[in-house]
């Protein structure tokens, strides 16, 4: 018989450690469920070994979209209130998803709770699927028994974030389609009612108007093989780059985009409230400062804004305040600063980051009411503009012809 160690619990408060002398470690959790407690973790005494295989790294599992994460959050959040045990749960929650990565992702945690390891401990061996502060916040949610709040907490923000991404894309859809329009109608115009006019042109004889010989140079590099070639292998690198950038090239791409008018204001607000959220969850759910703070700085995607963040744990660390800290950063915005110093002396530092988070939200959808005001009249103009020069050009010759034959 083997000695293990074991850690279980019993209602949100009661926690229990001690050794058990057993057979199988399925016998202690056979042993620990007769006495009406959930096993947390379970350790080999003899060996200090974790009563577990190591999850995640024999299954490969690709990207699962943010839509069926947040489903799932939220069936999870719905089971754990019910009061379902969590081998239940999970099972049901394996038979009702139809994405095969999260069905994989769910089998292996549910055998591995089976063998006694912690749910975050198993959650965090799936860094592309769960992250850190899904793992910090689902690891307070064992700790304090509130696992069903936390996931309910992780399910709203996803919906938050989820919405603001929603509102991004429709104020761009708009501009979008014009220019899409637009270039379909000006390379038509280009490579099928040109060609068949070029002719007719050349025939006039004499000096064409300006506008028409633009057209026809510009009609004449489009007829070209190679001109398609070098858009095409231009458009190719760039998608590659994009795709495939270093940490170099996507700190220029980040700083050329905090550049931009307005679009930058944007994004800095995007970046400020997703950080303030996040840091504002862990510290609600009892996460220690300065852990939340290195999980709350990578949920910052843009590389210029989480360098500026970066400071903020090692300040934190020499004992100033967090407004102080703060306030030592050249991201944070004077609001920001003042608002998490009045929470920090009322105690309500939590309050007041999620308070700042709701706050740039507001700012953001009044942003986006203004960029899509701008940029939908100016796609206009600017299709309207070269597609008036270009049945200009076409006309111009027309009517002098029709000039010269009165």
Not at 10 to 35: K, M, S, Y
Not at 269 to 279: C, H, N
Not at 338 to 357: D, I
Request: glycine share 10%; with cysteine; charged share 20%.
């Amino acid at each position: 018989m083997a000695t293990f160690r074991y850690l279980a619990k019993r209602g949100p408060q009661e926690v229990i450690e001690g050794t058990l002398e057993a057979d199988t470690r399925a016998n202690v959790l056979t042993h620990l469920a007769g006495l009406g407690y959930t096993p947390v973790q379970i350790r080999e005494a003899r060996t200090g070994r974790e009563a577990a295989l190591t999850p995640g790294r024999g299954a490969r599992v690709g990207r699962i979209p943010v839509r069926q994460m947040n489903q799932f959050t939220r069936q999870f959040a719905s089971l754990m209130r019910s009061q379902v045990p969590l081998m239940r749960a999970l099972g049901i929650l394996k038979e009702q998803t139809s994405h095969p990565g999260l069905h994989t992702v769910l089998d292996a945690i549910r055998e591995h709770v089976r063998q006694g390891q912690t749910l975050s401990r198993i959650l965090a061996q799936y860094p592309g699927v769960f992250s850190p502060l899904y793992v910090s916040l689902v690891r307070s949610g064992e700790i304090t028994g509130t696992l069903d709040t936390v996931l309910e907490r992780l399910a709203i923000q996803a919906d938050q974030e989820e919405a603001l991404r929603a509102k991004v894309q429709m104020a761009l859809a708009y501009p979008l389609f014009v220019g899409v329009v637009g270039v379909g109608t000006v390379v038509f115009l280009l490579t099928f009612v040109m060609p068949r006019l070029l002719k007719l042109f050349v025939s006039f004889g004499g000096t064409l108007p300006l506008p028409t010989r633009i057209l026809l140079t510009i009609t004449a590099w489009c007829r070209t093989g190679w001109c398609w070639g070098v858009v095409i292998g231009v458009t190719g690198l760039i998608a590659l780059l994009l795709r495939r950038r270093g940490a170099t090239s996507r700190l220029w791409l980040d700083h050329l985009a905090l550049r931009l008018p307005v679009v930058g204001v944007l994004i800095r607000q995007v970046e400020l409230a997703r950080f303030a959220r996040s840091f504002g969850l862990l510290l609600a759910h009892g996460i220690p400062i300065l852990q939340a703070t290195e999980v709350a700085i990578p949920v910052v995607k843009n590389l210029v804004i989480r360098k500026a963040l970066e400071p903020l744990p090692g300040s934190l660390k020499e004992g100033s305040s967090l407004a102080a800290c703060l306030k030592t950063l050249t991201i944070a915005t004077p609001y920001f600063v003042h608002t998490v110093a009045v929470g920090e002396e009322g105690g309500k530092a939590a309050e007041a980051l999620l308070e700042v988070a709701n706050y740039y939200e507001r700012e953001i959808e009044r942003l986006l009411q203004i960029l899509a005001g701008l940029l939908e009249p100016a796609m206009i103009l600017i299709v309207g503009g070269i597609v008036g020069f270009i049945v200009m050009a076409i006309l111009l010759p027309i009517f002098e012809m029709g000039t010269l034959i009165k």
